[in-house]
């Protein structure tokens, strides 16, 4: 008897626990988006979304998000450029060219790559890659070091293992009949990787791309200490940019009131950039699936 | 013997390629992609380690922490009671919702579904919303103020999926005849998850346990507004104090004691990477067992 009410009692434990992340959800919607939905009203969603002015400590104040918002986007494209196809050209020598003894090293690295914390990436990115580009390319290009370049180089590499890893794995699940055909057509070993084996793996490339995305739009540390972080509309790829979560963490220190809930929505917009992010990855993975 | 035949030697590949070029160009851009992203790992890792280890001095573990011998001890008992407390929210959480959808949901019903899709959705979230909702909701709205334990709620949210599902893919692999046999022998539907299934999925749990303990070390964005970045051994879990990750990011950015953040990065480093390394190795005892 007492078993049995354990049983129905732990099944209501179960199922309470598994409703903990709708609940997560639902609440980090609710608190976000009553946090920043009325400072968009007030400062008017037009102006905050394309204003190009951001000063919130000046009277009055300036609440326009839009450098910021290029500023991600400038950095996000630029380490799609930077990590996309060191990544996928990679994935294609660990799944086709890398011999065996090799892949047994290749592969925890790989998985060592991802673990590395943000923080860590930041700091090298901070005391190596920005006096690189401040002496190195500063002689040709201008800037002091910190610019959207260098961000896009340092989450070039952030976004390897994410690309490397779903690339991977997308390129092995082809059947080795593509490869095997190719080959018996003539092909050699490269082009019937390449043209045969890789083509019939872009939706698992694309996946990782999005994915990719999704990470570089939503790094924080490892942007703010190498970005620059200036709060006005990116002039050049060598100058300072600010994204959407520099933005977030340089201010929400001393922000308050009109400032501060500015500052929840731009969390928002960032947030809602995600849900854009997953929702193109939920369709795509099922594209492939049917 | 086949394999002979069909061996090409060294001189062969040459050959192929001064007649065919383009394949040559291919071969040579995937190795040279690879050559990169090895190096890139080296040399960060390498860099790290050559420019940290000469200053891992006594006193950056010295037990006080002053403005002069930025000490980590405080930071490092710290990133242990983080640890603690966000596994013991997100452990129980993670491995009890892993066992509602394994073991009691119906496949593909609507609640599964809808569990699924939120824990996908928590995945993608950058570190840096978990913290602007932990500040907004932990700090401000249950007025908890910056702590540690405002700190171990919101990075309990951050790492729940990935408890959630490694769990879920540790039950999946238990054979379904060890429950059956369990059935049979005339145990409950409790005992049988609790001493048999639990029981042979526990090295994938704790590989998954194991992953979630390398991002709460690493983090940062999530735990600066929920946390506080004090320098100071809190006195109870609602006082404020800084993690590793934190007190490493304060030094890199201060610019002040750029040595010292360079030995902070290596134990950081060592930490986090060992940490993975055991995940690894519980993952493979899983699959050999």
């Known amino acids: 008897m007492a078993t049995k009410q354990l049983e129905g009692f732990m099944k209501y434990v179960f199922m309470m626990a598994a409703l903990a992340s709708i609940l997560a959800v639902a609440l980090i919607c609710v608190f976000l988006f009553a946090g920043g939905i009325p400072a968009m009203i007030e400062i008017g969603l037009f102006d905050f979304l394309l204003g190009r002015q951001w000063t919130p400590v000046d009277t009055p104040p300036s609440f326009g998000i839009l450098p910021m918002v290029m500023g991600s986007l400038y950095v996000t494209l630029g380490a799609i450029v930077v990590g996309v196809p060191i990544g996928v050209l990679t994935a294609v020598f660990m799944s086709h060219f890398c011999p065996p003894f090799l892949y047994k090293v290749l592969k925890p690295a790989t998985?060592?790559?991802?673990?590395?914390?943000?923080?860590?990436?930041?700091?090298?990115?901070?005391?190596?890659?920005?006096?690189?580009?401040?002496?190195?390319?500063?002689?040709?290009?201008?800037?002091?070091?910190?610019?959207?370049?260098?961000?896009?180089?340092?989450?070039?590499?952030?976004?390897?293992?994410?690309?490397?890893?779903?690339?991977?794995?997308?390129?092995?699940?082809?059947?080795?009949?593509?490869?095997e055909g190719a080959v018996a057509l003539g092909a050699s070993h490269e082009r019937s990787v390449f043209f045969a084996v890789v083509p019939a793996a872009k939706s698992g490339i694309l996946t990782s791309v999005i994915l990719g995305i999704g990470r570089a739009i939503g790094e924080t540390m490892a942007v703010i200490m190498v970005a620059g972080n200036q709060?006005?509309?990116?002039?050049?790829?060598?100058?300072?940019?600010?994204?959407?979560?520099?933005?977030?963490?340089?201010?929400?220190?001393?922000?308050?009131?009109?400032?501060?809930?500015?500052?929840?929505?731009?969390?928002?917009?960032?947030?809602?950039?995600?849900?854009?992010?997953?929702?193109?990855?939920?369709?795509?993975?099922?594209?492939?699936?049917? | 013997m086949s394999d002979h035949i069909n061996r090409q030697t060294w001189a062969d590949k040459l050959r192929a390629y001064r007649k065919n070029p383009f394949s040559a160009f291919l071969?040579?851009?995937?190795?040279?992609?690879?050559?990169?992203?090895?190096?890139?790992?080296?040399?960060?890792?390498?860099?790290?380690?050559?420019?940290?280890?000469?200053?891992?001095?006594?006193?950056?573990?010295?037990?006080?922490?002053?403005?002069?011998?930025?000490?980590?001890?405080?930071?490092?008992?710290?990133?242990?009671?983080?640890?603690?407390l966000a596994l013991l929210i997100s452990g129980p959480l993670g491995i009890f919702s892993a066992i509602y959808l394994n073991e009691y949901a119906k496949r593909g019903s609507r609640l599964m579904n809808v569990v699924r899709m939120t824990a996908?959705?928590?995945?993608?979230?950058?570190?840096?919303?978990?913290?602007?909702?932990?500040?907004?909701?932990?700090?401000?709205?249950?007025?908890?103020?910056?702590?540690?334990?405002?700190?171990?709620?919101?990075?309990?949210?951050?790492?729940?999926?990935?408890?959630?599902?490694?769990?879920?893919?540790?039950?999946?692999?238990?054979p379904d005849s060890y429950r059956e046999g369990s059935f049979a022998l005339g145990a409950g539907k409790l005992r049988t998850i609790f001493k048999i299934v639990l029981g042979s999925a526990v090295p994938g749990i704790l590989a998954g346990i194991i992953l979630a303990i390398g991002r709460i070390v690493g983090e940062t964005a999530a735990l600066i507004y929920t946390a506080g970045t004090v320098a100071q051994l809190p006195d109870n879990v609602m006082s404020s104090g800084r993690t590793l990750a934190i007190h490493m990011w304060v030094l890199a950015s201060e610019g002040m004691f750029v040595n010292q953040a360079y030995a902070t990065a290596v134990v950081l480093l060592v930490i986090v990477v060992g940490i993975n390394a055991l995940s690894g190795l519980a993952a493979k005892k899983l699959k050999k067992g």
């Open chain 1, 111 to 179: 998985q060592l790559l991802a673990g590395i914390p943000s923080v860590v990436y930041g700091f090298f990115g901070l005391v190596v890659l920005v006096p690189f580009v401040r002496d190195h390319m500063g002689l040709i290009f201008g800037g002091n070091g910190s610019s959207i370049f260098t961000a896009s180089i340092l989450l070039g590499i952030m976004i390897l293992p994410t690309i490397i890893g779903v690339s991977e794995a997308a390129i092995r699940a082809v059947p080795s009949s593509y490869y």
């Open chain 2, 120 to 174: 996908e959705t928590l995945s993608g979230i950058p570190s840096i919303v978990y913290g602007l909702f932990g500040l907004l909701f932990f700090v401000t709205y249950l007025g908890w103020s910056f702590s540690l334990l405002a700190g171990a709620f919101t990075l309990s949210i951050m790492v729940l999926p990935l408890i959630m599902r490694t769990t879920e893919e540790a039950l999946k692999a238990v």
């Open chain 2, 27 to 84: 071969f040579l851009l995937v190795v040279l992609s690879a050559l990169i992203t090895f190096a890139a790992l080296l040399f960060l890792i390498g860099h790290i380690l050559i420019r940290g280890i000469p200053h891992l001095t006594p006193s950056l573990f010295a037990w006080e922490h002053t403005s002069a011998n930025v000490s980590m001890t405080h930071a490092l008992i710290n990133t242990i009671s983080m640890v603690g």
């Open chain 1, 231 to 290: 709060a006005r509309m990116p002039t050049g790829l060598f100058r300072g940019g600010r994204t959407l979560t520099a933005n977030i963490v340089m201010e929400m220190g001393y922000a308050a009131d009109l400032h501060r809930a500015a500052l929840i929505a731009t969390g928002v917009i960032l947030f809602v950039f995600i849900l854009l992010i997953n929702l193109a990855f939920t369709i795509l993975r099922r594209r492939g699936r049917s």
